[in-house]
Nanobody, 124 residues
Framework: QVQLVESGGGLVQAGGSLRLSCAAS????????LGWFRQAPGEEREFVAA????????RYADSVKGRFTISRDNAKNTVYLQMNSLKPEDTAVYYC?????????????????WGQGTQVTVSS
């Protein structure tokens, strides 16, 4: 079993930056694919970014490409999402997710473990 805990959310003005963290406990996640998703009120949970177990491959939603960066530190069992040039439409609850696999996963239903989410609010 893997427990995921997100942190780093908050209120920021448009154009600002935030860095989200997601710490895993329960077992090492060296061989886990990791992802970030977000869900705005009244919307479906959507893919944001994903990274393979060895950080060789990453993928981003078109809406965040060039602004967000996913990274991981396996020694710290932590995955990060650096968010720059934030826009009001980035406002959502952000979730990290994990699955034990060597692949790169972008589907919401591909992941087995989820955190509780952290709120990101971008004001205009």
């Amino acid at each position: 079993q893997v427990q995921l805990v997100e942190s780093g959310g908050g209120l920021v003005q448009a154009g600002g930056s935030l860095r989200l963290s997601c710490a895993a406990s329960g077992r090492t996640f060296n061989n886990y694919a990791l992802g970030w998703f977000r869900q705005a009120p009244g919307e479906e949970r959507e893919f944001v970014a994903a990274i393979t177990w060895n950080a060789i491959s990453t993928r981003y939603a078109d809406s965040v490409k060039g602004r967000f960066t996913i990274s991981r530190d396996n020694a710290k069992n932590t995955v990060y999402l650096q968010m720059n040039s934030l826009k009001p439409e980035d406002t959502a609850v952000y979730y990290c997710a994990a699955k034990r696999t060597y692949g790169l996963l972008v589907g919401r239903y591909d992941y087995d473990y989820w955190g509780q989410g952290t709120q990101v609010t971008v004001s205009s």
